[in-house]
Nanobody, 114 residues
């Protein structure tokens, strides 16, 4: 299983970024997928999830600003991040659980300047 995250970068507060995660080694359309983030000095937290049937959920602090989506043909997971805030600064990871094992992407750094 391989998850390759990309799309991070430096953006000013109020700006937007779109993260992408390319998946291989799994039957992507059957997998629930997740975005986590880890800010400096903080624990990793779940940001948003999408099930195989497209149902989504996200934490309160990003509701209305972040949108998780998936493309089952391209086997890609996305996180559209709008109205970014400095507190969104973190390394973002895509994750899935497949055959009772957790699999993580390598992370992509998002830095939001004030």
């Amino acid at each position: 299983v391989q998850l390759q995250a990309s799309g991070g970068g430096l953006v000013q507060a109020g700006g937007s970024l779109r993260l992408s995660c390319a998946a291989s080694g799994i039957v992507f359309r059957l997998a629930s997928m997740h975005w986590y983030r880890q800010a400096p000095g903080k624990q990793r937290e779940l940001v948003a999830s999408i099930t195989s049937d497209g149902s989504t959920n996200s934490i309160n602090s990003v509701k209305g600003r972040f949108t998780i989506s998936r493309d089952n043909v391209r086997r890609r997971l996305y996180l559209q991040m709008d109205s970014l805030k400095p507190e969104d600064t973190a390394v973002y990871y895509c994750q899935t659980r497949w055959y009772d094992r957790d699999h993580w992407g390598q992370g992509t750094l998002v830095t939001v300047s004030s």
